[in-house]
């Protein structure tokens, strides 16, 4: 998950899928955290890339 085009796509699909399950996106990602399917090094990369999406520094 190195590519940041690859990571930028998840990001948007992620966020596109909260609108569909009305879910809290913390819980998610903390779930995600706990069981391995995101690193911390992931999320500190898909944090700063949402920070620069949405024009504010990490």
């Given at each position: 998950?190195?590519?940041?085009?690859?990571?930028?796509?998840?990001?948007?699909?992620?966020?596109?899928?909260?609108?569909?399950?009305?879910?809290?996106?913390?819980?998610?990602?903390?779930?995600?955290?706990?069981?391995?399917?995101?690193?911390?090094?992931q999320y500190n990369q898909l944090s700063q890339m949402a920070s620069q999406i949405m024009g504010?520094?990490?």
């Open positions: 998950m190195n590519n940041p085009m690859n990571m930028l796509q998840q990001f948007q699909n992620f966020a596109a899928n909260f609108a569909k399950m009305q879910k809290d996106p913390r819980q998610t990602v903390q779930e995600l955290l706990n069981s391995g399917q995101m690193t911390q090094q504010r520094k990490a």
